[in-house]
């Protein structure tokens, strides 16, 4: 399975973006997707995941303002952010949970 991220960009604090999870691979209506993301000099931290089933979790963090979700037939996983806080800024990840190899990430950047 491979997985790209995309869809980062710089935005203002309070506003919104979509990131987008293109998974490749027979086997991505049974995977659980997750999408992590990864401060500086730090670990990367699950921010939310979604089962083969569809049921959502998420980093206390974010609820309310995350919501992750999956398009079986596109083969993609997505995480719209809404009221974005400058403390999200970050390379964002998508990739199985557990993770397998790491693709390359999407920044976010949100300017207070």
């Known amino acids: 399975v491979q997985l790209q991220a995309s869809g980062g960009g710089l935005v203002q604090a309070e506003g919104s973006l979509r990131l987008s999870c293109k998974v490749s691979?027979?086997?991505?209506?049974?995977?659980?997707v997750a999408w992590y993301r990864q401060y500086p000099g730090k670990r990367r931290e699950s921010v939310a995941f979604i089962t083969s089933g569809g049921t959502a979790h998420y980093l206390d963090s974010v609820k309310g303002r995350f919501t992750i979700s999956r398009d079986n037939a596109k083969n993609t996983v997505y995480l719209q952010m809404h009221s974005l806080r400058p403390e999200d800024t970050a390379v964002y990840y998508c990739n199985t949970m557990p993770p397998q190899s790491w693709g390359q990430g999407t920044l976010v950047t949100v300017s207070s």
């Open positions: 691979g027979s086997s991505f209506r049974i995977e659980n």
